[in-house]
C-alpha cells in the first residue's frame, strides 16, 4: 500500500505539487490523471524516492520513505518516464544486473527472470541486446527489470506510451495480472480509454493538487456524464475556471 500525504515541491516561484494526499491499495488498480504540467510525474519521482518532497510524507507499506529510503525502494518496482535500459546488455542481462543490485542470490535471479521473461511473452528477444529494441520491447524489458525482486508495490509512468495495440493490449493483460497477485499497482496515464478499463480508483491532479479521488462510476455520477473522457474534461474545466 502506498500512502500520500500533503505532498509539496516547489521549483523556484513554480509549485509544482501543492498538498497531493491520496492512498494506493493492495490488490488494486489506481489511475493518476491530469493535463501536462498537473504534477503527475513529479509526484511520482517523490513516491520512489527520487525526488525529496519540500512538505508532507509518502508511506509504503507503513514505512517512510523519508526515513528510511532504501527499505521503500526494496519495495517498490518502478518503471519511470525515462526507461534507460543499457543498450549494450541483453534483455535478460538488464534484467540480472538489477536483481544483483537488488541483492539476490543467483537461483532466486535466474528463477524470477525466467518467469518474467515467459510472463511479458519476452522470449524471443531475452537473449538480443537492446540496442535497436522496439518502444514495446524496451518497455517489457524495464518492467520485468523493474519486478525482478518480487515488490509488492508497482509504479508505472505513462506504461504505454508510443506502443502499438498489441503490445498495450498485452501490457493491460500483465497489470490486471498484478492486481490479481494482491499488489498495489500506480500507474500515470493521458488515455481515457485505458484508465476505464483498468482502473478500480482514479487520482485526478490538476495545478498540482487533487480535484478528484473516486472510482469510475463515482467520477461519472459526480460529474453528471456517461462517458469517463467527459467526466475529466468537466473536472479539469470546472478547475481551470477556478484557477482563472
Known sequence: MIEVKDLHKHFGAVKAVDGVSFQARDGEITGLLGPNGAGKTTTLRMLYTLMNPDQGQVLVDGIDAGRDALAVRRRLGV?????????????????????KLQGMDDALARQRSRQLIEALEMADIADRRTEG???????????????VHDPKNVILDE???????????GLRQFMRRLKDEGRCVLFSSHIMQEVAALCDRIVVIA??????????DALREQT???NLEDAFVKIIGSEEGLAA
Open 159 to 169: 506504461p504505454t506510451n508510443g506502443l502499438d495495440v498489441m503490445a498495450t493490449r
Open 79 to 99: 518503471l519511470p518516464d525515462a526507461r534507460g535500459l543499457y543498450k549494450r546488455l541483453t534483455a535478460r542481462e538488464n534484467i540480472d544486473y538489477f536483481a
Open 207 to 216: 495545478h498540482g493538487r487533487v480535484v478528484a479521488d473516486e472510482t469510475p
Open 133 to 147: 529494441f522496439s518502444q514495446g520491447q524496451r518497455v517489457k524489458t524495464a518492467i520485468a527489470r523493474a519486478l
Open 224 to 226: 453528471g456524464e456517461a
